[in-house]
């Protein structure tokens, strides 16, 4: 898809630029529209200006991403992943209860990490996908049960329950992370 243009010594070049990478063991293929303005001076073309632009992704692909980055998020809580949740969870992660309590990213991973938070089910069901651009938004309902700690600060419960949730996730150069949880109960 190579198109030339030639003005006398000014020249236009558009293309599609295909990029593949491997990213976390996985093959990343980019698509780019390019155009590049080329001047002839002293018999040699040189680049003057250039610009390129990432041609969007199919939305499908995307919603396989964004499904599968939230079911490794919530089995990574179950499991007290620390380092996979880090690397899901975006710097200014909050996660929001159903109380109004926030908690933050550090908070949740020291939680998971001392054991103050501690999951033996957290499953995920009714999942649903909406992408916006570089952000998209994952609704659902989780099967759920803590381990009640004597003495905790009511953050454990014993008893089975069900949460509703709405994870947003942001793609930050190029990797989906997530930056807002809000779960709720009926």
């Given at each position: 898809d190579i198109?030339i243009?030639?003005?006398?010594d000014t020249a236009?070049?558009?293309f599609?630029?295909?990029?593949?990478?491997m990213?976390?063991?996985?093959t990343v293929?980019?698509n780019?529209?390019n155009?590049?303005t080329?001047?002839?001076?002293?018999?040699n073309?040189q680049?003057?200006?250039?610009?390129?632009?990432?041609?969007?992704?199919?939305?499908?692909?995307?919603?396989?991403?964004?499904a599968a980055a939230?079911?490794a998020?919530?089995q990574?809580?179950?499991?007290?992943?620390?380092?996979?949740?880090?690397?899901?969870?975006?710097?200014s992660?909050i996660?929001?209860?159903r109380?109004g309590?926030?908690m933050?990213?550090?908070?949740?991973?020291?939680q998971?990490?001392?054991?103050?938070?501690k999951?033996?089910k957290?499953e995920t069901?009714?999942?649903?996908?909406?992408?916006y651009g570089?952000?998209?938004?994952?609704r659902g309902?989780?099967?759920?049960?803590?381990i009640s700690?004597p003495?905790?600060t009511?953050s454990?419960d014993?008893n089975p329950?069900?949460?509703?949730?709405?994870l947003t996730f942001v793609n930050?150069d190029?990797?989906?992370?997530?930056?807002?949880m809000h779960t709720s109960?009926?």
């Amino acid at each position: 898809d190579i198109r030339i243009q030639q003005y006398g010594d000014t020249a236009v070049v558009a293309f599609r630029l295909v990029g593949t990478t491997m990213k976390d063991g996985k093959t990343v293929v980019s698509n780019y529209l390019n155009t590049g303005t080329f001047l002839k001076r002293n018999g040699n073309w040189q680049a003057v200006s250039w610009q390129a632009t990432r041609m969007p992704r199919p939305e499908d692909e995307i919603k396989k991403e964004i499904a599968a980055a939230q079911t490794a998020f919530h089995q990574a809580m179950l499991a007290a992943d620390l380092k996979t949740l880090e690397a899901l969870a975006d710097e200014s992660f909050i996660w929001t209860h159903r109380d109004g309590e926030q908690m933050t990213r550090k908070q949740l991973l020291d939680q998971l990490g001392s054991g103050q938070l501690k999951y033996t089910k957290l499953e995920t069901t009714n999942v649903t996908v909406a992408v916006y651009g570089d952000t998209a938004i994952v609704r659902g309902v989780s099967p759920r049960q803590r381990i009640s700690f004597p003495g905790s600060t009511g953050s454990g419960d014993a008893n089975p329950f069900t949460a509703f949730y709405t994870l947003t996730f942001v793609n930050k150069d190029g990797a989906w992370k997530a930056v807002a949880m809000h779960t709720s109960r009926p």
